[in-house]
């Protein structure tokens, strides 16, 4: 009862931003596409193509360890790992007698088929949802391809997660290509996604455990998963390749702690985003609402779940349609403007049981809010606790023209999320951009980067050259 009331006064805080807005048709359907994605009730389906990136890569061939990293604040976050030396191709890229890796790559891959269990199921509520880990294993081989400078780190998106990175097709998956071409890859896993739902002192349904937005990230999750890549592999710098968000949270990051541009030799970012002023996605109408919907929230007693476990529970259900665009059988895609048609068909129902993959709605919250500011710049939490928090009213910004660290970025037109100029700001205030290139295909898009047809031949291709050239560089 009490939800229903709840949700009613929330469904008439919205409406009540939406009327006030100019221009109200085309907005007010978005929106009330959100909302009821938002306040949607129902279970959650578990779709049977639901795997994780484990079982994914061992379908495809490839080994995938489990890590789990801890964070200063008690989130356990997983990460991925694809190990050069049991990489199907491998003895193309090691230099090693075949007589020195067989034996102990055999033995691994038993170890990890009896150690991964189950596949993991996003969609139980369980609290418990939990990637087994693979023990911990320093390889010889491994740390001597490591310590080489092959490291590359990619890092998921808005609502994304490491499997981001190889429901592509087999042959166009970057984690198996860049794998393929002997790289030691590791793929993080931000707090809130279905590998990194666990906490030290609180189960996921705790509303404290969703109070978080990419400042967070930023400030513990990107740190301690650098940290443990490096130490697991004692390379001295890895290779950073971001998307989204991964590059939003890679900018706040190195302006906030510049000490860690040390630990990265090279950054590629697939759809960079900080500022976010003129973009086409409908998260800037929810920026006139933000306030109002704090308000509500705090008025109802800290109640986060309220939205989080609503957004959750509605973004699993992914194959509901709005109108006939298909972009709307998922809240990702509506966001970003992803058309299923541009991915590889058979690959579809994979990437729809896996995405998205979890956010929290402060994180939402926090790209609604850069709209209205027109900044990069940290959560704002309200005059007061700004006060509290950092010592003046407003957030303090992320400052990106400190960031030393080499970059190369990639954007396309048809990006909702990405306005080209906040691409070209960004361009002009990183001072080490070795280049910006402009995907030619004029109606790429933000999560194209990760699934069309076309995204080896138009991205990853050049990305190769650009990693190539960066590891005998830097
Ligand atoms: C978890 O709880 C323990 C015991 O109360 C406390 O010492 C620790 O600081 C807590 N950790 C976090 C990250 O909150
Ligand atoms: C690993 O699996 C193979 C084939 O399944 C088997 O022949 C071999 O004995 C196993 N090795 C170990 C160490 O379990
Ligand atoms: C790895 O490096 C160590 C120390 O440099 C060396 O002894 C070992 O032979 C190397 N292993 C391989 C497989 O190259
Ligand atoms: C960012 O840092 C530069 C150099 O330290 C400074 O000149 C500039 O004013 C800063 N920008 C903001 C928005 O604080």
């Given at each position: 009862?009490?939800?229903?009331?709840?949700?009613?006064?929330?469904?008439?805080?919205?409406?009540?931003?939406?009327?006030?807005?100019?221009?109200?048709?085309?907005?007010?359907?978005?929106?009330?596409?959100?909302?009821?994605?938002?306040?949607?009730?129902?279970?959650?389906?578990?779709?049977?193509?639901?795997?994780?990136?484990?079982?994914?890569?061992?379908?495809?061939?490839?080994?995938?360890?489990?890590?789990?990293?801890?964070t200063e604040d008690?989130?356990?976050?997983?990460?991925?790992?694809?190990?050069?030396?049991?990489?199907?191709?491998?003895?193309?890229?090691?230099?090693?007698?075949?007589?020195?890796?067989?034996?102990?790559?055999?033995?691994?891959?038993?170890?990890?088929?009896?150690?991964?269990?189950?596949?993991?199921?996003?969609?139980?509520?369980?609290?418990?949802?939990?990637?087994?880990?693979?023990?911990?294993?320093?390889?010889?081989?491994?740390?001597?391809?490591?310590?080489?400078?092959?490291?590359?780190f990619?890092q998921h998106g808005l609502?994304?997660?490491?499997?981001?990175?190889?429901?592509?097709?087999?042959?166009?998956?970057?984690?198996?290509?860049?794998?393929?071409?002997?790289?030691?890859?590791?793929?993080g896993?931000f707090r809130?996604?279905?590998?990194?739902?666990?906490?030290?002192?609180?189960?996921?349904?705790?509303?404290?455990?969703?109070k978080f937005s990419y400042d967070e990230m930023a400030r513990y999750d990107l740190p301690a998963m650098l940290?443990?890549?490096?130490?697991?592999?004692?390379?001295?710098?890895?290779?950073y390749?971001g998307h989204s968000m991964g590059t939003t949270v890679f900018f706040a990051l190195m302006s906030s702690q510049p000490e860690y541009q040390q630990r990265v030799?090279?950054m590629v970012a697939l759809a960079p985003v900080a500022t976010v002023t003129n973009i086409?996605?409908?998260i800037k109408?929810?920026a006139?609402?933000v306030?109002?919907?704090?308000?509500?929230?705090?008025?109802?007693?800290?109640?986060?779940?309220?939205?989080?476990?609503?957004?959750?529970?509605?973004?699993?259900?992914?194959?509901?349609?709005?109108?006939?665009?298909?972009?709307?059988?998922?809240?990702?895609?509506?966001?970003?403007?992803?058309?299923?048609?541009?991915?590889?068909?058979?690959?579809?129902?994979?990437?729809?049981?896996?995405?998205?993959?979890?956010a929290s709605?402060q994180t939402l919250f926090h790209f609604a809010q850069g709209f209205t500011s027109g900044r990069f710049q940290h959560f704002d939490w309200g005059r007061?606790s700004n006060l509290e928090r950092y010592g003046q009213v407003e957030p303090p910004v992320y400052n990106v023209t400190n960031i030393n660290v080499p970059i190369?970025m990639?954007w396309?037109?048809?990006?909702?999320l990405i306005g080209?100029k906040d691409v070209h700001r960004l361009e002009e205030e990183l001072p080490h951009v070795?280049?910006c290139?402009?995907?030619?295909?004029?109606?790429?898009?933000?999560?194209?980067?990760?699934?069309?047809?076309?995204?080896?031949?138009?991205?990853?291709?050049?990305?190769?050259?650009?990693?190539?050239?960066?590891?005998?560089?830097?």
């Amino acid at each position: 009862m009490m939800r229903v009331v709840r949700m009613v006064m929330l469904a008439g805080v919205m409406v009540a931003g939406v009327m006030s807005m100019p221009s109200r048709a085309p907005r007010q359907s978005l929106i009330s596409e959100i909302l009821t994605r938002l306040i949607s009730s129902g279970s959650p389906t578990l779709h049977p193509h639901v795997q994780d990136t484990g079982s994914l890569g061992r379908e495809a061939g490839y080994l995938v360890e489990s890590h789990t990293v801890t964070t200063e604040d008690g989130y356990l976050l997983t990460l991925h790992h694809l190990p050069p030396y049991a990489n199907p191709s491998r003895r193309r890229y090691l230099h090693l007698r075949e007589s020195e890796t067989d034996p102990p790559v055999r033995a691994r891959w038993n170890a990890s088929d009896s150690g991964e269990g189950p596949a993991l199921s996003p969609a139980t509520d369980t609290g418990e949802t939990e990637v087994p880990t693979t023990p911990r294993y320093m390889d010889q081989h491994a740390s001597n391809s490591s310590s080489s400078g092959k490291v590359v780190f990619l890092q998921h998106g808005l609502m994304g997660s490491s499997d981001n990175w190889n429901t592509n097709t087999k042959q166009d998956s970057l984690a198996y290509l860049l794998s393929d071409a002997g790289y030691d890859v590791w793929m993080g896993n931000f707090r809130g996604n279905i590998y990194s739902r666990r906490h030290m002192n609180l189960t996921h349904k705790d509303p404290r455990f969703w109070k978080f937005s990419y400042d967070e990230m930023a400030r513990y999750d990107l740190p301690a998963m650098l940290d443990y890549v490096l130490e697991e592999t004692g390379a001295r710098r890895l290779h950073y390749l971001g998307h989204s968000m991964g590059t939003t949270v890679f900018f706040a990051l190195m302006s906030s702690q510049p000490e860690y541009q040390q630990r990265v030799a090279s950054m590629v970012a697939l759809a960079p985003v900080a500022t976010v002023t003129n973009i086409v996605s409908p998260i800037k109408y929810l920026a006139p609402l933000v306030n109002e919907l704090q308000l509500v929230l705090r008025l109802l007693g800290n109640d986060q779940e309220l939205m989080t476990n609503r957004l959750l529970i509605s973004l699993w259900e992914p194959y509901r349609v709005c109108g006939s665009h298909a972009f709307c059988e998922n809240l990702q895609f509506l966001i970003t403007g992803f058309d299923p048609s541009r991915a590889d068909q058979e690959m579809v129902p994979v990437i729809l049981s896996h995405n998205p993959a979890g956010a929290s709605t402060q994180t939402l919250f926090h790209f609604a809010q850069g709209f209205t500011s027109g900044r990069f710049q940290h959560f704002d939490w309200g005059r007061e606790s700004n006060l509290e928090r950092y010592g003046q009213v407003e957030p303090p910004v992320y400052n990106v023209t400190n960031i030393n660290v080499p970059i190369t970025m990639f954007w396309s037109l048809n990006d909702w999320l990405i306005g080209e100029k906040d691409v070209h700001r960004l361009e002009e205030e990183l001072p080490h951009v070795e280049a910006c290139y402009k995907v030619s295909n004029p109606i790429f898009s933000h999560l194209d980067f990760l699934w069309a047809t076309d995204a080896r031949s138009l991205v990853y291709e050049k990305v190769f050259d650009i990693l190539d050239e960066a590891i005998n560089k830097y």
